[in-house]
């Protein structure tokens, strides 16, 4: 099983949908966990931090299921701008921040 | 201003050759990593240092040495180019390397031909 795997999508929604990714993690000790975001040919931005009780920043939630060992990131009222590589970062130790393969989103007028 | 920079942003050479890239981080953190994306945008750490010192290197030939003359820099030496070596190459940043986040570099694409 790999460390951290996602859906690579495509996920294709139109303008104004809610649209929503996991990502599961193998190493039940890891500590912490962020969503990136990359644009195609750039690199990789901090979307946001994951916490236990969930954290919500504007049209974005993400969550944390540490009994099914899984993160996801939800996002409302999508935007084209919205468009990008989302990449799950699960940190397993010191040192060791592990990236997901990442899910492609595509907003669509 | 750039928090994070790399030099060069594009750097295409023979097989064989031996090259450099330059990784340096102006927001005084501890921990600094290579990270290397393939051509089906996987993201894998390939070396990762705190205060100049070597903490991970995951399985990277020994052609990839990566060096770190202080705190704020570190560079990134290829030796014996291969075809499979083309990829984007991230250097990225963190204040301590424990759970806070990476800020990046805009990466480096190495083609080599």
């Known amino acids: 099983r790999k460390e951290v795997e996602q859906d690579p999508g495509p996920f294709n929604v139109p303008e104004g949908a809610t649209v929503a990714f996991n990502c599961t993690y193998s190493n039940s000790a890891s500590q912490s966990f962020f969503w990136y975001r990359q644009d195609c040919r750039k690199e990789p931005k901090l979307l946001m931090s994951v916490y236990s009780s969930g954290n919500e920043d504007g049209r974005f939630t993400a969550q944390l299921n540490r009994a099914s060992q899984y993160i996801s990131l939800l996002i409302r009222d999508s935007k084209l701008s919205d468009s990008a590589t989302y990449l799950c970062?699960?940190?397993?130790?010191?040192?060791?921040?592990?990236f997901g393969r990442g899910t492609s989103l595509i907003v669509h007028p | 201003d750039t928090a994070v920079s790399q030099t060069p942003k594009y750097l295409v050479t023979q097989m064989g050759n031996d090259k450099s890239i330059k990784c340096e981080q102006n927001l005084g953190h501890d921990t600094m990593y290579w990270y290397k994306q393939d051509s089906k945008k996987f993201l894998k750490i390939m070396f990762s240092?705190?205060?100049?010192?070597?903490?991970i290197n995951e399985t990277v030939p020994n052609r990839f040495s990566p060096k770190s003359p202080d705190k704020a820099h570190l560079n990134l030496h290829i030796n014996s180019l291969e075809l499979g070596d083309s990829a984007v190459y991230f250097c990225?940043?963190?204040?301590?390397?424990?759970?806070?986040?990476?800020?990046f570099g805009s990466g480096t694409q190495l083609s080599v031909l």
């Open positions: 990225a940043s963190s204040p301590d390397g424990t759970n806070e986040k990476l800020f």
């Open positions: 240092y705190n205060n100049k010192e070597l903490i």
């Open positions: 970062v699960v940190n397993g130790g010191s040192y060791i921040p592990t």
